[in-house]
């Protein structure tokens, strides 16, 4: 070969290495975002994040969520439904949260083809309406736990308690008692259908309830037992 065909050739290869890189063969396009992708991550952080404000709020305000101090306590409890809350907004949340993040597990996993966006919703319904059961059971079983440990009225019958406040004769005023319920002692106002003041101090047993935060009283019988037995002695 002629040595000015070699020098041609080779003054040729640095032009042939610049024009590749100018035809961008060895280098790749800025990625974009695919509009599925936005649209699924905005889903999750929108949910994600009201979800984890509710939690973080909560337990700044937790604490005596019952409202009761000391002695001086009620009744009323929560009331609990037997369906679940699926349209509470912790469930909502939790819905569209998740709804994010199985859109993106299935881009993910599928791509951003036709078949790939199909997958990609389904999967997101199928995880937001995982978490909204889930979530709407937890905040039913929490509720219930709390219910049960609420003091109920009606679970102070047939039990003797003290008379706190002196209790008028034969209906004629109101004192109060001191009951043990449920591991605790529980203040309610109290009535009496005996002939005879019950005075503070004295042992009694509530016998009915007359009202939402009041008992009915007699003398306790076994007190009375005994003090005509020792009596007698």
């Known amino acids: 070969m002629p040595p000015a065909c070699v020098s041609s050739n080779r ?14 063969h060895p280098l790749r396009a800025p990625v974009k975002t695919l509009p599925m992708t936005t649209f699924f991550l905005t889903c999750a952080a929108l949910g994600g994040g ?44 939790a819905g569209l949260g998740f709804f994010g993040v199985g859109g993106l597990a299935g881009l993910s ?12 919703l389904l999967l997101g319904m199928a995880l937001g309406t995982a978490a909204m059961v889930a979530v709407a059971a937890a905040v039913r079983a929490m509720l219930r736990f709390e219910d ?10 047939g039990i ?8 008028p004769a034969d209906r004629s005023g109101m004192g109060k008692v001191h009951v043990p319920v449920q591991n605790r002692i529980v203040e309610y106002q109290a009535v009496t259908t ?13 016998v009915d309830v007359a009202g939402p935060d009041i008992v009915v009283v007699v003398p306790d019988p076994l007190t009375a037992t005994r003090e005509v037995f020792h009596a007698g002695h």
């Open 109 to 120: 996993l599928a791509g951003s083809s036709p078949f790939g966006i199909a997958l990609a």
């Open 194 to 206: 005996h002939r005879d003041t019950l005075p503070t101090g004295a042992r009694v047993l509530i």
């Open 160 to 167: 003797s308690g003290d008379v706190y406040l002196t209790i």
């Open 11 to 24: 003054e040729s290869w640095p032009l042939r290495k610049v024009d590749r890189r100018r035809t961008g």
């Open 50 to 93: 009201v979800l984890v404000a509710q939690l973080v709020l909560s337990l700044l305000a937790g604490g005596d969520v019952s409202g009761h101090h000391g002695l001086h306590l009620t009744h009323t409890g929560h009331e609990v439904e037997e369906g679940l809350q699926l349209f509470s907004v912790r469930s909502l949340c």
């Open 148 to 157: 049960d440990g609420t003091v109920r009225i009606e679970s102070a019958v």
